[in-house]
C-alpha cells in the first residue's frame, strides 16, 4: 500500500491547539471525528476556518483531519485556521506570500490578562465608599 502524502501542523490561538492533518481528496473537513459543520455551530467561526483555504485556491483540492482542544469554540476556529495554514504552507512553498498577506501565518498573541491581588480582576477595582 503507498503511503498517501500528509502534512501534520499545529494552530495556536488564545489557550485553544488544533492539530491539523492535511490529506489530498475532495475538501471533507473532520473535527474531532464530527463533520465540521455539526462540531462548528456558528457560521462566523466557519468562515474563519475556511479563510486560507479559499484564498490560496485549495478548498476542494484536501481532506482534513482535525484534534482541537482548550479555550470555547470561537478560540478553537481561530486555532484551527492558523493550523490550517500552516499545513498549506507545508504542502505548497508558494503560497506562503499569500498567507503572510492574509496574516494567516501569524499566531495572534492576545491573551486574558491574569488577575492581580487587591482587585476584582485584571483591572476591576473594588467598589470605592465614600461613607
Known amino acids: 500500500m503507498p503511503e498517501t502524502t500528509k ?11 488544533a492539530r491539523v492533518e492535511l490529506l489530498p481528496g475532495t475538501g471533507k473537513i473532520l473535527v474531532n471525528k464530527r463533520e465540521f459543520n455539526d462540531y462548528f455551530i456558528r457560521e462566523t467561526d466557519r468562515i474563519i476556518i475556511t479563510q486560507p483555504l479559499e484564498l490560496t485556491g485549495n478548498l476542494n483540492k484536501y481532506d482534513m483531519h482535525i484534534r482541537v482542544n482548550g479555550g470555547g469554540l470561537t478560540g478553537q476556529a481561530g486555532a484551527v485556521r492558523h493550523g490550517i495554514a500552516r499545513a498549506l504552507l507545508l504542502a505548497d512553498e508558494k503560497l506562503r506570500e499569500t ?17 492581580k491581588y487587591g482587585r476584582k480582576g485584571a483591572r476591576r477595582r473594588f467598589q470605592w465608599t465614600k461613607r
Request: aromatic content about 8%; charged content about 50%; hydrophobic content about 30%.
Open 7 to 17: 502534512y501534520k501542523a499545529t494552530g495556536r490561538r488564545k489557550e485553544a491547539v
Open 99 to 115: 498567507l503572510r498577506k492574509g496574516a494567516f501565518l501569524t499566531r495572534d498573541p492576545r491573551m486574558k490578562e491574569r488577575k
